[in-house]
C-alpha cells in the first residue's frame, strides 16, 4: 500500500515539476527573445522573468530532494542535502518576493489615490519594488542559518537521545518552524494589503463612474480586475502551499519515509506549477504567444495525421 502511494505521489511530483516548468521556461523564453531583439522590457516583464528563474530552480531543488528521500538515501551526501535545502530556501525566498513586488507594482501602476505620499511612491515604483527585495534579503539572512542549524541536528541523529541533545532538536525545530511562518506572513499580508488597496481603489473609481453616468467597464475597471485576479490567485495558492509546508515541516523525519510530510510536499508543489500559468494568462504578450504556440501545434498535428 506504502508503494503504491509512492508511486502515485512520484507521478504527480513529476508533471507538477514537467507543467511547472514548462510555464517557467517559456516566460523566460519570450521574455529573454524580446530581450535580446533589443525590444526593452518594462519592470514588470523583468519581475515575472527573474520570478520564473527561480521558480526552476525551486522545483529543480523539490525533485532532487524527492528523489533522495523516497529512492536513495544514498543519492547525495548530508553537504549534498544541505545544499538542495539551501537552494530550496533561496528560490523559495525569491519566488516569493517576486511576486510581493509584482503586487505592489500592480498596486501603484493601477490605482489611483490622491494621496501626496502614494503619488510619491506612484512615481518612483521601480525605486520601490529595488528596495523592496534588497529588504527582503535580511528574512533570508535569518532563515537560512536557521534551517542549516535545524538540519544538521535532523541529520546528525546517531548522538543517541541524551536529554540536552533530544530538548536542542526539539527546539531547533520549533525555531526553524517560527522563523519560517515570520518570513512568509509578512509578504503574504503585504500582497493581501495590496490586493485590499486595489479593491478600494476600484470601489472609488466604480463610484466615481457611476456619479458622472459613464458606466462601469472602462479600461481602468478592466485593469484593476486582471490585477486583482492576479494577486487572488496567488493568496489562494499561497495559502495551500503554506499550510502543506508547514505541515510537512513538521511531520519530517530525517531517514524515515513520512506519508504525511510526502502527500503534503505534493499539494505544496501545486502553488509553483499552477501559479505561472495563471501569470501567462494574465500577462497580454505572454497570453498571445502562448495562444500562438498552441495554433502553431495544433496545425503541425494536423498536418502530421
Known amino acids: 500500500m506504502m508503494s ?10 513529476i ?12 516566460i523566460t523564453l519570450v521574455n529573454g527573445i524580446d530581450w535580446v531583439k533589443g525590444q526593452k522590457l518594462s519592470c514588470a516583464d523583468g519581475i515575472l522573468t527573474a520570478l520564473a528563474v527561480s521558480r526552476i530552480g525551486f522545483l529543480s531543488s523539490v525533485l532532487l530532494n524527492w528523489y533522495a ?22 528560490s523559495n525566498h525569491f519566488s516569493l518576493w517576486f511576486v510581493v513586488s509584482l503586487s505592489i507594482l500592480y498596486l501603484l ?33 535569518c532563515h537560512l542559518p536557521v534551517m542549516m542549524l535545524e538540519l544538521k541536528m535532523r541529520i546528525n541523529d546517531n548522538e543517541g537521545n541524551i536529554t540536552w541533545v533530544t530538548n536542542l532538536r526539539r527546539i531547533a525545530r520549533l525555531t526553524n518552524m517560527t522563523v519560517f511562518m515570520i518570513v512568509h506572513i509578512i509578504p503574504f499580508t503585504m500582497s493581501l494589503m495590496a490586493l485590499l488597496l486595489l479593491l478600494f481603489s476600484m470601489w472609488k473609481h466604480l463610484k466615481k463612474m457611476q456619479l458622472s453616468g459613464k458606466g462601469s467597464q472602462d479600461v481602468s475597471m478592466k485593469v ?72 502553431k501545434l495544433r496545425c503541425w498535428l494536423k498536418e502530421r495525421k
Open 4 to 13: 503504491l502511494l509512492l508511486s502515485i505521489l512520484s507521478i504527480l511530483v
Open 15 to 26: 508533471a507538477e515539476f514537467v507543467v511547472g516548468n514548462f510555464a517557467n521556461i517559456f
Open 69 to 90: 528521500t523516497v529512492y536513495n538515501l544514498a543519492f547525495y551526501s548530508s553537504e549534498g542535502r544541505i545544499i538542495v535545502h539551501v537552494i530550496w530556501v533561496v
Open 109 to 141: 501602476k493601477i490605482a489611483n489615490f490622491s494621496s501626496l505620499f502614494f503619488l510619491h511612491l506612484k512615481w518612483k515604483a521601480k525605486r520601490v519594488v529595488l528596495m523592496l527585495l534588497l529588504g527582503s534579503l535580511v528574512f533570508l539572512v
Open 224 to 295: 484593476h480586475i486582471r490585477a486583482m485576479q492576479t494577486v487572488i490567485s496567488f493568496l489562494s495558492l499561497f495559502v495551500v502551499f503554506f499550510m502543506a509546508a508547514i505541515t510537512a515541516i513538521w511531520n519530517s523525519n530525517s531517514g524515515k519515509i513520512n506519508s504525511v510530510h510526502m502527500v503534503f510536499q505534493v499539494v505544496g508543489l501545486l502553488y509553483s506549477s499552477c501559479h505561472s500559468f495563471i501569470l501567462i494568462w494574465g500577462n497580454k504578450k505572454l497570453r498571445q504567444a502562448i495562444l500562438l504556440l498552441v495554433s
